[in-house]
């Protein structure tokens, strides 16, 4: 037997997206809240990508604010993502934010690049307010790409003061969009949404009556229901 029968064969990629609103509003407790859940739950996504057979899991973060930013110039393996800080300041440039998205959605010029192949993609889009730019154009270029229409999207509105029809329209409808009212019930969402996204998205095998974005939305209703002040009508800790 050679070493190569050995060796696993090669596996198509996921890519899981982070879109951070890291505005002024987002400065001290939110944007510290996001840092230290994206940082902790990189190394869980890691074990779930090294335990499964069908699909290596890498991660990428954009941040925006008054423009938008790349932690890293491409998609990394979540064990060799070392988190960096966000800092929060400036505006919400959610429009330029969904146009940046797009032309990374790419096989050409993009993200998307591997030999292997890819699943569809997880955006995972966390936000505490409203876009200060035109959202409207670059969503309506975003949709246009089939990596986006085909990915799982949910977005977390952190507080009452977030958009909820803006990450309705991001995400498609209202079941994918989840309410987080203090620091606790934002680090358990961060937390479940991208362990459960990256689980399921990184499958070959969906339930027959039910696509993954349906699947998606379906465990986070139940997982909701276990943690206070999400999806409820608790005041903001904010």
């Avoid at 969503?139 to 029809?165: C, S, T, V």
Wanted: with cysteine.
């Amino acid at each position: 037997m050679g070493l190569l029968d050995n060796e696993r064969p090669p596996r198509r990629k996921m890519v899981l997206f982070f879109l951070i609103d890291k505005s002024g509003s987002m400065s001290g407790s939110k944007i510290g809240s996001v840092n230290d859940a994206i940082e902790n739950v990189l190394p869980m996504i890691g074990e779930i990508s090294d335990e499964n057979p069908d699909a290596e899991i890498n991660v990428a973060a954009l941040e925006f604010s008054t423009g938008t930013h790349w932690l890293y110039d491409e998609p990394k393996d979540a064990k060799e993502f070392i988190w960096q800080q966000v800092e929060a300041e400036g505006l919400t440039s959610l429009g330029e934010a969904c146009s940046e998205l797009y032309s990374k959605l790419s096989r050409k010029t993009g993200f998307l690049t591997s030999s292997t192949g890819y699943y569809n993609p997880v955006i995972i889009l966390l936000s505490d307010g409203g876009p200060t730019d035109n959202f409207e154009a670059g969503l309506a270029k975003l949709k246009q790409n089939k990596w986006y229409i085909n990915a799982i999207k949910i977005a977390i509105a952190i507080g009452d003061d977030a958009d909820k029809n803006v990450l309705k329209d991001f995400t498609g409808s209202f079941e994918s969009v989840i309410t987080v009212h203090n620091i606790d019930a934002l680090k358990a969402m961060i937390k479940v949404v991208a362990i459960t996204s990256s689980q399921i998205g990184s499958t070959s095998t969906t339930s027959a009556d039910k696509s993954k974005q349906q699947q998606v939305e379906d465990a986070l209703q139940k997982a909701t229901t276990d943690v206070k002040g999400v999806n409820d009508d608790s005041d903001d800790d904010w």
